[in-house]
C-alpha cells in the first residue's frame, strides 16, 4: 500500500478570534483533553481529573465526545458526581476556577488540539478502536492513547515505535503516565515535536499514490491528466 490518505490532509481549522480568547482566559494552566471520546471515557476523564489534580491544583480538562449529541448524558455523569461542567455551546469559556469543559460542538477539535497540553486519543480507552491521531500530531500534539487503536492500526504502530506517541495498554498506569507528561515539559516536547515530523513526512502521499495509479490507467496521458 503506497501510503495513508489522511496524511495529506490539511491542518484542521480554527477560528483565530476564538483561540485568542480561549488562550486568555486559560492563562498558563496545563489542559488535558479527550478528543472523540465514547461512553466510559467521560466518566474515565473525570476521575483522572480528579486525582491529577492533587498534583495539578490548576488542571483543566477538555472533553470533546465523538457524538456531541450526548451531551445530556454526560452532563448528568458530571452533575452525579458533584462536578460542574461548562459547555461550548452555551457561549461559556473556562475560567481560573474551571475544571471542566465540554466541546458539544462539530467541527472545533482545530480548537482543541491548539489549546492542549496532553491530548488522550477517544475510542482507544474502550473498544472502539480509536481515532485519527494524524490530525492531533500535524499540531504538534503531545499524544497518548489506550490499548484499542484498531482502526488506525499501521498509523498508530510507527507513531509508537518512533517515538510520536504513547500508548498505555494497561489502564492502571494511566494517571502515572499522564502525570509524568504534564510534570515534564522536555519529555512532552520530544512526543509531540516527534509527531509532527512522522505527519508531515507524509505530507507528499497524494502524488505518491497518484503516481501509482496513472500507469493503471492508459486513457490518462500526460496531456489528458489536466
Known amino acids: 500500500m503506497p501510503g495513508n490518505l489522511k496524511y495529506a490532509s490539511h491542518p484542521l481549522p480554527v477560528n483565530l478570534n476564538d483561540l485568542a480568547l480561549f488562550k486568555k482566559n486559560v492563562s498558563d494552566r496545563p489542559i488535558l483533553s479527550f478528543s472523540s471520546t465514547h461512553p466510559g471515557e467521560e466518566l474515565l476523564a473525570l476521575q483522572l481529573h480528579q486525582d491529577l489534580s492533587k498534583t495539578f491544583p490548576t488542571l ?69 478502536g480509536g481515532h485519527n491521531p494524524i490530525e492531533p500530531a500535524a499540531l504538534e500534539n503531545c499524544l497518548i492513547w489506550g490499548p484499542h487503536m484498531e482502526n488506525f492500526s499501521w498509523v498508530a504502530e510507527r507513531f509508537e515505535k518512533e517515538g510520536g506517541a504513547l500508548c498505555i495498554r494497561d489502564l492502571s498506569t494511566l494517571k502515572e503516565s499522564l502525570t509524568t507528561l504534564l510534570d515534564n515539559a522536555s519529555t512532552r516536547r520530544s512526543l509531540s515535536e516527534r509527531a509532527r515530523q512522522i505527519a508531515v513526512s507524509e505530507q507528499q502521499v497524494l502524488t505518491r499514490i497518484l503516481e501509482n495509479i496513472f500507469p493503471l490507467l492508459p486513457f490518462l496521458s500526460p496531456n489528458r491528466r489536466s
Open 60 to 128: 483543566l480538562t477538555i472533553i470533546a465526545p465523538r457524538h456531541p449529541e450526548r451531551r445530556d448524558e454526560i452532563i448528568s455523569l458530571f452533575q452525579n458526581q458533584g462536578e460542574a461542567l461548562l459547555l461550548r455551546s452555551r457561549g461559556e469559556l473556562p475560567g481560573k476556577e474551571s475544571g471542566f469543559f465540554l466541546f458539544d460542538t462539530l467541527g472545533e477539535l482545530g480548537l482543541v488540539y491548539r489549546l492542549s497540553t496532553v491530548v488522550c486519543m477517544g475510542g482507544s480507552f474502550t473498544p472502539i
